[in-house]
């Protein structure tokens, strides 16, 4: 940014609104006969239009003297404050002469800036201010020197300033207390060189907390040892002097141990004491400096204490965000100290913000040992019987997604540590019929092929429920458990007579009549209620108007039907293909777990009937899977002749008996395996400096005095938290986002920066002129094309001879699609009172700056795809040959992230991928 040019740019500090002179702004000779009003509402009129030019570029030279005559000694308060605002616009000092300026570019003496001899008055009139008898002028006078940087202006007023140290209001004293550090700070050594000890001696004997806050943040920038010496005989008190002064406690002690740490043990006790206090701010600022000095054992619990008191008091999820960060921090190197946390950390899941309980679960999740498993399972499973109990309103919003988080921390437990897994099964398998029921049967199947000692319990369980399914997805992935795993006779006959009991018996296609019926029933449902209004004379003789409500009757004869038959009922090919296989699977099996021939037999032969509805199924029914009737006649018909043909079946036994379950095993093997590898990354050092690099002294400073992975240097942090760590590759990201509107030869030059952030577009246009004349009234018109509507439009602005200015324009989008924006610059120039036009180029939106790169899980996904139901296959010619290159090209292209995991290494011809992305 470039340095100031002008008075405005550095003085000015302050902006009106821009209704106060509704009608054009007047001339500088009226406003000069309004100042010498005796009314005070036509002055303050006149000196706000008179700010309001010069903020324009005005310069106005004759308003000075017409304030200093009629404004100065007011004693009106609002017209005082608009003179405080006049005197940051006015300019200060006499412009060079031309003959000054050449001696100056020529090598001679340097300009010298010379104060305007009516500031002389100017300062007389603000020694008034000091010096008057009520507070608040001499507070608000003190308010506004601190925002004055002028030598030859504060140096008449110091020893008024020093004189308002000791008035008997405490407004008075905190504002001089502040115009001290503001005047000392920028010429200490000519005008106030004893500053800090007058301060230091204001402190000892000041009462009021805001005024002592105040002198403790002069004495924390201008004198630290001044500051460390009334701390030091003052440690017993930080708790009573407020939240204000204990944050500059803190500030100070990371600045001292940042220099010497050996200073830490003066700071210990004070921290210790901050923890407890009552102030949410004051307490995680003293935890985090803690950690920052000290890495012993007693520091660091004392600390995370603090953190998960704070976690399960405050109600603001931006709050709790960030001590959850600090908390996953903590883990990386003191995990066993918040072991002992555990359970308190856990009570934040009864926040109502989803976002908030992924996280607890997620730091949760880094902590569990064998030691406390057994206490997280049962709270989880707690946690999951709430989602079912609860129907408030405040639940509803979160109670899928949560349950869904339950469940997969519940299976991360499971898979980590056996001894719980037995536990959890079968409290998790009643929520088969929810909507986390994918995320149950998952679970389940690999609790089933993990631990062989559960299998009869759980597929026993598994039987008696799965008349309770709801879902077609959950349905396939029980009916494949039954056919896998049931390995014993007893499991593989109750599995059988369940399956074909739930089925019923063929055809498994609707009959006219009650098709007929269904459609009426679902007419009648469609129309809703019908309401009926009529007059009643009610007891005491009076009228009345009664409303009736009448609902038709619901068909209760079709909920007596099976859930599994209303789905193949229903048209659902696939589930039909995952029962002829499942029933493929038990009849194979039947004769070696020992059912005798006659009941094999029958199986056998009711399995084929079913097959063959399923098949007469799928040809009749229209659904939205009709294309894979194809694949259901091939699967079926591979069943039926491995039930029928002696030398199908002695083919095809051992591949549909075993190498569905080998195939499962290394699947959950190859996750296993991943898991344990990206776990292993993760935990490798990053190397942060090689061997032929510059040593900074601050990282030696941060092998010293820094504690865990918290940073004392705030400046870093800074750069780290918004982002601009990695400087070159955010300057390219943004100009590529920089339209230029006009031509360097076009009088006004224009570009624009554009953000896009969700449904809003911020332009940032840099206007110049390239000029030697002032340009006033230059506005810039937009108008856009497409679902866009500009919501803040550029205001008209006056700009200087080869000036420059930045304005600001919102637009809302409405919906993701290509759109424009084009516009025209109209100004008017001050000499030749000419107008111009500028016709700008056209900012093109296009869809990808609106799409981002986004994760979501594989049933967040199928719920999606479900709703939209529909599917376009598109043919597309390339030039890439790999099916991995073609895919990443793919994902680059269309700015969205892959959800399915492949194996770059893997050749073949066919490969399926789920790309995901939102705004």
């Not at 500090?13 to 000069?32: C, H, K």
């Not at 300019?91 to 001696?103: A, G, H």
């Not at 005989?233 to 204990?246: E, R």
């Not at 506005?779 to 866009?788: A, I, N, Q, Y």
Request: hydrophobic share 40%; charged share 25%; proline share 3%.
């Amino acid at each position: 940014m470039s340095s100031a040019k002008n008075a405005n740019e550095s003085y000015c500090t302050f902006t009106l609104a821009s209704d106060v002179t509704a009608g054009g702004l007047p001339s500088e000779e009226e406003i000069a006969k309004q100042l010498e009003s005796n009314d005070p509402k036509i002055k303050r009129h006149a000196l706000k239009a008179a700010i309001m030019a010069m903020l324009g570029g005005e310069a106005m030279p004759r308003i000075l003297m017409q304030v200093i005559r009629f404004c100065i000694n007011s004693d009106d308060k609002p017209l005082k404050k608009l003179c405080m605002l006049y005197w940051e616009v006015v300019p200060k000092y006499q412009e060079p002469t031309s003959d000054e300026v050449l001696r100056a570019a020529a090598g001679g003496q340097p300009l010298q800036r010379k104060l305007l001899p009516e500031m002389i008055l100017v300062c007389n009139a603000l020694m008034n201010d000091l010096n008057h008898p009520n507070e608040f002028v001499r507070g608000s006078m003190l308010r506004f020197l601190c925002k004055v940087k002028d030598e030859e202006i504060l140096g008449p007023l110091i020893p008024s300033i020093k004189a308002c140290l000791k008035h008997r209001h405490q407004y008075v004293r905190k504002n001089a207390v502040l115009a001290v550090f503001h005047a000392h700070r920028l010429h200490g050594d000519t005008l106030i060189p004893d500053g800090p000890e007058l301060v230091g001696e204001f402190i000892s004997t000041e009462t009021d907390i805001g005024a002592r806050r105040n002198a403790f943040l002069m004495l924390y920038n201008e004198s630290e040892d001044l500051a460390i010496q009334f701390l030091a005989h003052n440690l017993d008190d930080v708790s009573k002097f407020g939240d204000g002064f204990a944050l500059l406690v803190l500030d100070l002690t990371r600045k001292a141990c940042r220099r010497d740490p050996n200073q830490k043990s003066r700071f210990v006790r004070v921290l210790f004491q901050m923890l407890s206090s009552t102030s949410s701010a004051v307490s995680y600022e003293a935890a985090w400096t803690l950690i920052s000095l000290s890495n012993s054992p007693t520091a660091v619990r004392a600390a995370a204490v603090t953190y998960t008191n704070l976690l399960n008091s405050q109600n603001d999820n931006n709050v709790m965000m960030i001590v959850l960060e600090r908390l996953e921090q903590l883990q990386v190197k003191h995990s066993k100290i918040l072991q002992e946390l555990l359970m308190d950390i856990l009570r934040a899941l009864s926040s109502p913000n989803p976002d908030i309980c992924r996280k607890v679960l997620d730091v949760a999740m880094s902590l569990i040992s064998h030691k406390n498993v057994v206490e997280v399972v049962t709270v989880l499973k707690r946690e999951v019987g709430k989602t079912t109990q609860e129907s408030s309103d405040s639940s509803e919003d979160k109670g899928k997604v949560y349950r869904n988080m339950l469940i997969t921390a519940i299976h991360g437990c499971a898979v980590r540590f056996p001894e719980v897994a037995e536990s959890v099964v079968h409290t998790l398998m009643d929520f088969l019929s929810s909507d986390g029921g994918m995320q149950v049967i998952i679970f389940v199947r690999a609790i089933v092929e993990r631990y062989p000692n559960l299998r009869p319990a759980v597929l026993t369980k598994l039987i008696n429920t799965l008349d309770e399914v709801t879902n077609g997805n959950v349905m396939c992935v029980c009916l494949w458990i039954l056919g896998e795993y049931c390995e014993t006779s007893e499991t593989v006959k109750d599995a059988f007579d369940k399956v074909t009991e739930q089925l019923g018996e063929a055809p498994f296609v609707v009959a006219a009549d009650d098709k007929k019926a269904q459609e009426k029933a679902a007419a009648e449902a469609a129309k809703g209620p019908k309401m009926v209004t009529k007059n009643v004379i009610l007891a005491d003789g009076t009228y009345a108007t009664q409303t009736v409500y009448s609902e038709p009757k619901m068909n209760l004869s079709l909920d007596k039907t099976p859930h599994l038959r209303k789905m193949i009922i229903g048209g659902d090919i696939f589930l039909g293909t995952i029962i002829a296989s499942c029933l493929t699977k038990m009849c194979l099996r039947a004769p070696d777990v020992g059912i005798d021939a006659v009941t094999s037999k029958a199986m056998n032969v009711k399995s084929l009937l079913i097959m063959c509805g399923i098949v007469k199924m799928a040809e009749v029914t229209v659904s939205a899977q009709k294309t894979s009737l194809a694949d259901c006649s091939e699967r079926v018909s591979l069943c039926c002749r491995a039930l029928l043909d002696p030398k199908a079946t002695a083919l095809l036994k051992q591949t549909l008996l075993s190498e569905g379950k080998a195939s499962f095993a290394a699947f959950l093997k190859h996750i296993q395996d991943k898991e344990v590898k990206e776990k292993e990354e993760s935990k490798e050092e990053v190397v942060s400096a090689q061997a032929d690099d510059l040593i900074h002294f601050r990282q030696l400073r941060s092998l010293a005095a820094q504690g865990g992975d918290i940073d004392l240097d705030d400046g870093t942090d800074l750069a780290r938290a918004t982002g601009y760590a990695d400087g070159g590759s955010l300057l390219s990201n943004e100009l590529s986002h920089v339209y230029q509107l006009s031509g360097f030869a076009d009088p006004v030059y224009a570009e624009a920066f554009v953000t896009v952030h969700e449904y809003d577009i911020l332009l940032e246009i840099l206007l110049i002129n390239r000029t030697p004349n002032t340009l006033a009234n230059l506005t810039v018109e937009l108008s856009t094309m497409g679902d866009m509507k500009i919501v803040e439009r550029p205001q008209s602005h006056t700009i200087g001879p080869l000036d420059q200015m930045t304005i600001r324009a919102s637009i809302k989008v409405s919906s993701t699609e290509t759109g424009h924006i084009f516009g025209t610059i109209v100004y008017e120039d001050a000499s030749t009172q000419e107008k111009g036009y500028i016709n700008l180029n056209d900012i093109h939106m296009d869809i990808m700056d609106y799409i981002r790169p986004a994760t979501c899980t594989d049933e967040v996904f199928r719920s999606m795809w479900a709703e939209f139901e529909w599917e376009n296959k598109v043919a597309i010619s390339t030039s890439i040959s790999g099916l991995v290159e073609f895919l990443d090209h793919i994902v680059t292209s269309t700015n969205m992230s892959c959800l399915t995991p492949h194996d770059r290494n893997e050749k073949g011809s066919f490969l399926a991928a789920n790309l995901y992305a939102k705004r």
